[in-house]
C-alpha cells in the first residue's frame, strides 16, 4: 500500500527538490520510520518520478543526517540513539540562547507582538490539549525568534538540528503537564525580549531545551521499562 503521495509538479521548484521535501517530510512525520529500508525503485513508483531525482533526494538526506546508506544493502531511515538525541540538545540550547541573546538586540516591536500573538493561540491550543496545534505553534514561535534574531545562518542551523529530532517532538508535548510547562518556558523567554534583557533570555532559552530533553529521556526510560518488563527482559538497547 502506497504512503506517499504522488509529486505535484511546481513549475518554479526543480524536481529534485520536491522528492526531497516528500521523502523528508515523510520522515519528520514517522510515515517512513527509524530503520525502514528505502528502495529507489518503490519510492519512485509512489512518487511517480523516474529513480534519478530519488537516488539525488537520498544522497542529500544522507548528508543531512537522516538517512544511512549501508554497502551492498542500501538506504535505511536513520535512527537515533539516545546519545545522538543528547547531543542534538546540547548543540540547540547554546544556539536558541543565541538566537534568544541577539532577539532582544534586534527584535522590533512588531515581531515581539506577532510572538505574544502566537503564545495566545498556543494556551488556547494547550487548553484545548490540540497536540498537533500546538506542535506547529511551538515551531511558528521558535521561528519567529530565529527571526528576530537577524542572523539566517543561525536559523538556518537552528532549522536543521530541530528536524532531527522533529519525530520525537509530539512525544515530549504530548502530556497536558509538559504542553503548559512549555508554555510557561516560552511565555518567560519573551518577557525576556521585550525587556530587552539578553542574559535572561539566553537563560530561559536554554533551560527551555534543557527542560524539552529531560522530558523526552524520561518519556523514553518509561516506555523502555515498559517493554522490559512486558519481555521479561532488561536488556533491550536504549535508542529513542
Known amino acids: 500500500m502506497a504512503r506517499l503521495q504522488p509529486i505535484q509538479l511546481n513549475s518554479y521548484t526543480p524536481l529534485r527538490e520536491l522528492v526531497f521535501e516528500a521523502i523528508h517530510e ?23 518520478v523516474s529513480r534519478t531525482p530519488v537516488r539525488e533526494a537520498l544522497r542529500k538526506l544522507e548528508l543531512s543526517g537522516f538517512v544511512v546508506m ?51 493561540e498556543l ?16 515551531t511558528r514561535f521558535h521561528d519567529a525568534l530565529y527571526k528576530a534574531s537577524r542572523n539566517e545562518r543561525l536559523g538556518q542551523l537552528l532549522s536543521l538540528l530541530r528536524e ?20 510557561e518556558e516560552h511565555r518567560a523567554l519573551l518577557e525576556a525580549v521585550a525587556a530587552r534583557d539578553a542574559q535572561a533570555a539566553a537563560q530561559f532559552a536554554a533551560n527551555h531545551i534543557e527542560s524539552a530533553e529531560n522530558s523526552l529521556m ?23
Do not use: C, H, W
Open 26 to 48: 515523510a520522515i519528520v512525520s514517522g510515515v517512513l520510520e527509524p530503520g525502514e529500508r528505502l528502495m529507489e525503485a518503490q519510492l519512485a513508483e509512489e512518487l511517480g
Open 218 to 240: 524520561q518519556l523514553n526510560f518509561a516506555e523502555r521499562q515498559a517493554r522490559a518488563k512486558s519481555k521479561g527482559s532488561k536488556r533491550e538497547e536504549p535508542v529513542v
Open 164 to 183: 532531527q529530532i522533529q519525530r520525537f517532538r509530539g512525544l515530549t508535548l504530548s502530556s497536558p503537564s509538559r504542553m503548559q510547562v512549555a508554555l
Open 123 to 138: 494556551g488556547k491550543s494547550v487548553e484545548a490539549q490540540d497536540i498537533e496545534a500546538v506542535v506547529d505553534l511551538d
Open 70 to 120: 549501508i554497502p551492498r544493502r542500501g538506504a535505511y531511515v536513520a535512527d537515533i540513539s539516545l546519545k545522538e538525541v543528547a547531543d542534538v540538545f546540547e548543540i540547540r540550547g547554546a544556539l536558541e540562547a543565541l538566537a534568544a541573546s541577539l532577539a532582544t538586540e534586534r527584535a522590533t516591536e512588531d515581531e515581539i507582538e506577532q510572538m505574544e500573538r502566537l503564545l495566545v
